[in-house]
DNA sequence: ATGCACTAGTTGTTAGTGCAACTATATGGA
DNA sequence: TCCATATAGTTGCACTAACAACTAGTGCAT
């Protein structure tokens, strides 16, 4: 897992390497170690709790989540690849492993017989509705309640823009 | 890897659990959903350019920074755990891997023969240097371009404060 | 129709991760 | 001194993830 992945800011300070010409600027770097190092801190705390409160991870919820949003509750799994950002092998195990568990239904495609559906089943969404107590507690907890009401638009705007980028490019 | 891992927003919206009464207010939780959205994205756009470039992953650059950063050049391995997120025999296989790529040397500790010291090659270094640039310009292009100066400033302080809380208690 | 490129998804293989159990060493108190 | 307890780090095991190769089905152009 991507950890902390602090940057090489000795590299500018110490000028040791005189030769970066282009890079971010001091600002920049830091703003992206914090995020990386608050992400990974408070994705760790979250994943604890699930785990203490006897439930399955994060990458379950994303999964049920995106699937449940939708009106029939079932996506095909490259709808469903598009939302998770997993690879597609990835995705067909982590799909047979909900499977398994009785959250998720494999269903075939009529209309198209190469793709199936992963459809939700009652139990998946009780596990979902189970689930986001314990995960909205530490976000608050871990998360939000460090964060001022600027901040936090400040955040949404900021980094709204950067996955903008990221994805359509 | 933990991916986007979108929220449960349908549960306040659409009343489905009522019974949830403590959680993050709306802006903290999109500024949560926002934060670990471009963090997944960013991430894998950089590793990408590493794999391009023919360098090591993220994770070998935490820990070959963190050594660098010593005066002597070397690290007990818990003083290393403290610094990369990672499990302790995590940390032990990836020093493994680093030290038969040649990037690191292991040293027995001579007053505390349990102990051994990981240190840093002028080979090591010399991949730190290389892999900088790439990654400044990773963060550069796809985080730090779509920042204001100000939306900086504001992640810098405000996650800053999440960290510290993180890692405190 | 028939061939060919494209899309959908799965499987083999390899590598990285965490947890729990283990070895080895250190340390503080009777 | 000697033992209990704590600390440092490694190893066995099970699981997860990515890449590449593969199977199967679609659909367009002749």
């Not at 939000?144 to 949404?156: F, M």
Request: net charge neutral.
């Amino acid at each position: 897992m991507y950890a902390t992945t602090f940057l090489y800011d000795g590299c500018m300070e110490k000028k040791v390497c005189a030769d970066v010409v282009v890079g971010p600027d001091r600002g920049r770097v830091n703003a992206w170690r914090a995020l990386i190092t608050a992400n990974a801190l408070v994705i760790e705390k979250i994943e604890r709790a699930l785990v203490e409160a006897g439930l399955p991870p994060l990458g379950w919820y994303d999964v049920l989540l995106e699937i449940s949003g939708v009106p029939d509750g079932r996506l095909r799994m490259h709808e469903l690849a598009r939302a998770v950002v997993l690879s597609r092998s990835g995705l067909t195990r982590l799909v047979d492993r909900l499977a398994g568990a009785g959250l998720l239904k494999r269903e075939p495609d009529s209309t198209d017989r190469r793709g199936s559906y992963a459809a939700i089943t009652d139990e998946g969404r009780a596990v979902l509705r189970r689930m986001w107590p314990v995960y909205a507690a530490g976000i608050a907890e871990h998360f939000g309640e460090h964060l001022t009401d600027d901040e936090a638009r400040a955040i949404v705007t900021a980094l709204g823009r950067v996955a903008d980028a990221a994805q359509s490019h």
